[in-house]
């Protein structure tokens, strides 16, 4: 079975300082994998996909940039938070289209 | 790129009515997939329907929704809300594969 962990479950962060969060998806080989944003309050954004390794999309770029060093890992980072970044960050795999799963999230306070 | 329009706001509605959501899409793909994610809090969104059949309904955990590439629409409805119901729904065509298209979200409160 298919598993997806996401990193740091949840963050506080100031205004300025950098930013990694991470996601690992286990038991699928070459994924698609997604990041998306929920501002407080807020509707589900799609950030970036990638749909292989090296390679990345992006769909709002919302000052944060993302990587894909592995098969099974993305990550989301930026060198300078800004107030708007709080939200909810969910990553996503699916599998050559279709339904999309979702990791359980990381909760960001920038302040 | 795809484009999809649903109820918006919030939709508050007593326990036991029905509930409708509805959901139009635009896409230039002819075979789109169409889902319903239901994203309840502090929990991950999950799928809730899914369809890519013309004029076929489908239905899971009480709800159904039918697919009409006539009109692109693809609503969601239940018979009977229940308390449990409240959450934030999606409607997202999904065409190009890669790039799911989330609507703004319908948020559902259930009042006793």
């Known amino acids: 079975a298919q598993t997806i962990h996401q990193w740091p479950v949840a963050e506080i962060k100031a205004v300025g300082s950098p930013l990694s969060l991470g996601c690992t998806i286990k038991?699928?080989?070459?994924?698609?994998l997604y990041w998306y944003w929920q501002a407080t309050g807020g509707t589900l954004q799609q950030l970036f996909y990638?749909?292989?390794?090296g390679q990345v999309e992006s769909v709002v770029q919302l000052n944060l940039s993302a990587s894909r060093p592995k098969d099974d890992q993305f990550i989301l980072s930026t060198e300078k938070l800004l107030l708007s970044h709080s939200g909810f960050y969910l990553c996503?795999?699916?599998w050559g289209g279709g339904e999309q799963y979702f990791g359980p999230g990381t909760r960001l306070t920038v302040l | 790129g795809d484009s999809v329009t649903q109820t918006e706001g919030l939709v508050t509605l007593t326990e036991g009515l029905p509930v409708m959501l509805n959901c139009t899409y635009q896409?230039?793909?002819?075979?789109?997939?169409l889902f319903w994610y239901v994203h309840y809090l502090n929990e991950s969104p999950r799928l809730l329907l899914k369809?890519?059949?013309?004029?076929k309904r489908t239905e899971h955990q009480g709800f159904h929704a039918t697919l009409h590439k006539s009109s692109s629409s693809f609503h969601l409805q239940k018979s009977s809300a229940q308390l449990s119901d409240s959450a934030l729904y999606y409607c997202?065509?999904?065409?190009?594969?890669?790039?799911?298209?989330f609507g703004i979200g319908t948020r559902v409160l259930v009042r006793p």
């Open positions: 996503a795999w699916n």
């Open positions: 038991g699928k080989s070459s994924p698609n």
């Open positions: 990638s749909i292989t390794v």
């Open positions: 896409t230039i793909y002819s075979n789109p997939f």
């Open positions: 369809s890519s059949t013309d004029n």
């Open positions: 997202a065509p999904n065409s190009a594969g890669n790039k799911l298209t």
